[in-house]
Every structure is written in C-alpha cells, then in structure tokens.
C-alpha cells in the first residue's frame, strides 16, 4: 500500500515568498504530525490533526506558519513571508491511532526547502 | 525547543561489529522510541519501548528503557553495510494536549565493508 506522500520534494523560495507544502498520508490514518527538521539536528514538532481538528499547533514557530486539514484527510503546511531561518525539511507523519499509541507514526519523504 | 541528548554524535565503524549508542533526557516519558533516517527519507520506527528496566530485541537491534525512564540505549549487533544512517532516539508522552515526539540530535552510522 501507498505510504506517506509530500510534494513538492524540494522548493526553492526567495525570502518574502509564501510557499505551500501538501502532506497525503496514509488512507485512513486519523492523526496526522508535521515536524521541522533542521540540517543536522532531528525532528521538532510543529502541528498535530486528529481528523480535520487541529489539537496542537504550539510548535509553530511564528505566526507566518499555518496548517489545515478540511476534509480530514490532506494537510497543507503554508510558510508565509518566507525567512532564511525557514529552510529546513518539513516531515508530515501519520498515525492509524491517537492518544496512547499515537507515537506509532508513519513519515513521509519530507520536503526540503530552501529560502535564498 | 527541547531535545533529547544522543551520543555518540557520529560512529565509524567496521562490518561485522558491535554498536552501542544511548540517548537521555531530563524529563520523563511513557514511552522511548528509536527511529533510522536513511538521506532523503524520513524516520522508520525501529524499537518501542514501554516500560521502565525493558529490554526488547528487534532481529540484531536490542534497546532497553531505563529505569528513571529518563534514559535508554540502542545496541546493534553485527553490523552491516545497510545499517548506515542517523539513528534518533525520541520520547512520547500522551494525555492532556501532549502528542508530540520529542527527538534527540541523532547518532551517525558509518559501517565501512
């Protein structure tokens, strides 16, 4: 079965560019994570989706950071104004469950974006 | 924000031997998870851990929870060429508004043939 999908893999952006990254996770999965990782370092977390509800977004960054998931399926991370602090790679993770055995997340490939 | 911390940060090594690698935290968690990153992918979950003192084996992978559950260490035997890559050690704590992994700084494998 299909994992975990994200597109683009890559994207370049000038600074002040908005840029819109999509996260497909896997059929069915009710959770849904997005983490920022930085060159050298291992995940943070950014936002969580229980279906279409957003429960946690504390690890957004800055404001210009927004996420949604309308139909509970989809998610789309959207970076406004990019900064050069925000080139990183951007994992979105899927989980089949919540609560106590939400860490069993499936990840995708990541987009690496990089603001010049 | 915060992260657990690995060590070592990276590790050379010959095919065929021994690797040991740990990871700890100043905050407690349910449960500790260690994860592999091959380049250009993301993290594939490889051990979980459940409860404190646990020690559990995945084909040459063995790792065990501490006791304080603020610590935990990863072992795998016999190495081989594929098991390059970064490996991180995370933790999990669910309840309240809690969902998130936290990741340590990961662990590079380089296993020379």
């Known amino acids: 079965g299909a994992g975990v999908s994200q597109s683009p893999r890559y994207k370049v952006a000038k600074r002040g560019q908005d840029v819109a990254l999509r996260c497909d996770p896997i059929?069915?999965?009710?959770?849904l994570f997005w983490y920022q990782q930085a060159l050298g370092q291992g995940p943070e977390f950014l936002t969580y989706?229980?279906?279409?509800?957003?429960?946690?977004k504390s690890g957004l960054p800055s404001d210009r950071f927004f996420a949604e998931r309308p139909e509970g399926s989809v998610s789309t991370l959207k970076i406004q104004r990019t900064q050069q602090e925000d080139s990183a790679v951007y994992l979105c993770?899927?989980?089949?469950?919540?609560?106590?055995?939400?860490?069993?997340?499936?990840f995708g490939p990541g987009t690496r974006l990089t603001v010049t | 924000g915060q992260q657990l911390n690995q060590s070592p940060q990276s590790m050379f090594i010959q095919e065929g031997e021994d690797v040991s690698m740990n990871c700890t935290s100043s905050?407690?968690?349910?449960?500790w998870l260690w994860y592999k990153q091959d380049p250009g992918e993301g993290p594939v979950l490889l051990i979980a851990l459940y409860k404190a003192g646990e020690l559990t084996s995945n084909g040459r992978l063995t790792a065990q929870f501490g006791i304080t559950r603020k610590d935990s260490f990863l072992n795998i035997s016999a190495s081989i060429p594929s098991d390059v890559g970064i490996y991180f050690c995370?933790?999990?704590?669910?309840?309240?508004?809690?969902?998130?992994?936290?990741f340590g700084k990961g662990t590079l494998l380089t296993v020379n043939p």
């Open positions: 993770a899927s989980s089949p469950t919540t609560g106590l055995a939400g860490y069993e997340q499936y």
């Open positions: 989706f229980q279906n279409e509800a957003q429960l946690d």
């Open positions: 995370a933790g999990w704590n669910s309840g309240g508004s809690n969902y998130k992994l936290t």
């Open positions: 905050s407690i968690f349910n449960t």
């Open positions: 059929s069915g999965h009710v959770s």
